[in-house]
T-cell receptor, first 113, second 115 residues
Framework: DAKTTQPTSMDCAEGRAANLPCNHSTISGNEYVYWYRQIHSQGPQYIIHGLKNNETNEMASLIITEDRKSSTLILPHATLRDTAVYYCIVRAREGGANSKLTFGKGITLSVRP | DAGVTQSPTHLIKTRGQQVTLRCSPKSGHDTVSWYQQALGQGPQFIFQYYEEEERQRGNFPDRFSGHQFPNYSSELNVNALLLGDSALYLC??????????????FGNGTRLTVT
């Protein structure tokens, strides 16, 4: 079962920041938070991941609370092409080093013109 | 830098037949995982291959099997196809040495339709 909870959907205006929340209250100290998105009929696209520090790359920023029980993915200037299903995933160590990703239902972000 | 490539992109099979799907990992990656995504659902983990061995397996029957080759590419085989096997099959690759800090990169999948 997925270890995260996300709202079902949200929308934002084009050009504005999109803030996507995720709760992961049972996360353990060595588990990473990963974000992927999936545009219709394509494979999931890696966005960003983090352990406990905030992270930023060319696509987005990831803000993780100090207690690590929740996080927020920020798309600073949303465009119509950012409309997709966004998955927040807690990646846990299970035996080997390359543990699987357990996807939940994700949040559908709709960017309106 | 080529990403994860999968073939074919679409496939139509009949119940009871067998199918083989293929995946080439991202350059530099050595681990391949397969996922099944039914319509309207998130991807579900099938299994993972590293060093030509199955390392982890999800809740899928033995009809689903795989193989990894010395060049790290991989195949997913499904025998005795059922209507319920109709789905998007996704391949993902990663680097074993990176552990949990190594993102999985996905291909665009093979759309399998079983009639």
């Amino acid at each position: 079962d997925a270890k995260t909870t996300q709202p079902t959907s949200m929308d934002c205006a084009e050009g504005r920041a999109a803030n996507l929340p995720c709760n992961h209250s049972t996360i353990s100290g060595n588990e990473y938070v990963y974000w992927y998105r999936q545009i219709h009929s394509q494979g999931p696209q890696y966005i960003i991941h983090g352990l406990k520090n905030n992270e930023t790359n060319e696509m987005a920023s990831l803000i993780i609370t100090e207690d690590r029980k929740s996080s927020t993915l920020i798309l600073p200037h949303a465009t119509l092409r950012d409309t997709a299903v966004y998955y927040c995933i807690v990646r846990a160590r299970e035996g080997g080093a390359n543990s699987k990703l357990t996807f939940g239902k994700g949040i559908t972000l709709s960017v309106r013109p | 830098d080529a990403g994860v490539t999968q073939s074919p992109t679409h496939l139509i099979k009949t119940r009871g037949q067998q199918v083989t799907l293929r995946c080439s990992p991202k350059s530099g990656h050595d681990t391949v995982s397969w996922y099944q995504q039914a319509l309207g659902q998130g991807p579900q983990f099938i299994f993972q291959y590293y060093e030509e061995e199955e390392r982890q397996r999800g809740n899928f029957p033995d009809r689903f099997s795989g193989h990894q080759f010395p060049n790290y590419s991989s195949e997913l085989n499904v025998n005795a196809l059922l209507l319920g096997d109709s789905a998007l099959y996704l391949c993902a690759s990663s680097l074993a040495g990176g552990g949990l800090n190594s993102p999985l990169h996905f291909g665009n999948g093979t759309r399998l339709t079983v009639t």
